[in-house]
């Protein structure tokens, strides 16, 4: 499985944001999907995921209630919808894939993509 994430940018507070994430190879469909995000000089967190098998979303407090991450028909795109967005969104997203049913931390991907800036301004 190869990931190839887009969608990043420059937005005022408030501002919304869509990032995709574009797997590509045979294993695409037996992966769980995750996004992260590592802001500088922190450690790389969990922002949100979807399950493999029902298509379930989980989410980091810090996000909830604004961000969604769903799936394209063809389940090798996901997204990671960005709303009402805040300074402390500020950091590199990475989607990622990994074996288990579903994926929220570091240690259970097994592909990262490659990051995508997102920088909102106060």
């Known amino acids: 499985v190869q990931l190839q994430a887009s969608g990043g940018g420059l937005v005022q507070a408030g501002d919304s944001l869509s990032l995709s994430c574009v797997a590509s190879g045979r294993a695409y469909s037996s992966t769980s999907r995750g996004w992260f995000r590592q802001a500088p000089g922190k450690e790389r967190e969990w922002v949100g995921s979807?399950?493999?098998?029902?298509?379930?979303?989980y989410y980091a407090d810090s996000v909830k209630g604004r961000f969604t991450v769903s799936r394209g028909n063809a389940k090798n795109t996901v997204y990671l919808q960005m709303n009402n967005l805040k300074p402390e969104d500020t950091a590199v997203y990475y989607c990622a894939a990994g074996l288990d049913p579903v994926v929220v931390h570091p240690s259970q991907i097994g592909m990262w993509g490659q990051g995508t800036q997102v920088t909102v301004s106060s």
């Open positions: 979807i399950s493999r098998s029902d298509g379930s979303t």
